[in-house]
């Protein structure tokens, strides 16, 4: 018969050179167990420096996003549609815009119309 799978990954063969290890603690906690390097070891400022050089991947790079200087801000005609997303908003512009209502006007077609009823009543 063929093992079930457990659903976890396998992982990583270790080399000897792996700043740590994930391990659990006694109470099923996943913790990080840093290796027995001295360097890793220590509580002080360079033990500090060596610990988040040694988690740091030299094959990461933060790339930037090209800059447009005609058009700074992408146009995002779903956004309006599909909610806010602050990291991909873009410009929300609409197709067309409502015609505002002049209230003066409407004012005066609502006193008009009072007017008219009430002469309808007397």
């Not at 420096?49 to 790079?61: F, I, M, S």
């Not at 006007?105 to 009543?121: G, M, N, P, Q, T």
Request: hydrophobic residues 30%.
């Amino acid at each position: 018969m063929a093992a079930k799978p457990t659903g976890k990954p396998p992982l990583p063969a270790s080399t000897g050179n792996d700043p740590g290890h994930l391990g659990v603690d006694d109470r099923g906690n996943v913790t990080w167990e840093w290796s027995d390097k001295e360097d890793l070891l220590a509580d002080d400022t360079l033990g500090d420096a060596e610990r988040v050089r040694a988690l740091v991947d030299p094959n990461l790079k933060v790339a930037d996003d090209p800059d447009d200087p005609l058009n700074p801000v992408r146009s995002n005609p779903k956004g309006l549609n599909s909610g806010y997303n602050p990291y991909n908003s873009g410009a929300l512009g609409k197709q067309s815009w409502k015609k505002k209502k002049n209230l003066r006007e409407l004012s005066k077609w609502i006193e008009l119309r009072k007017k008219l009823a009430d002469k309808k009543d007397e």
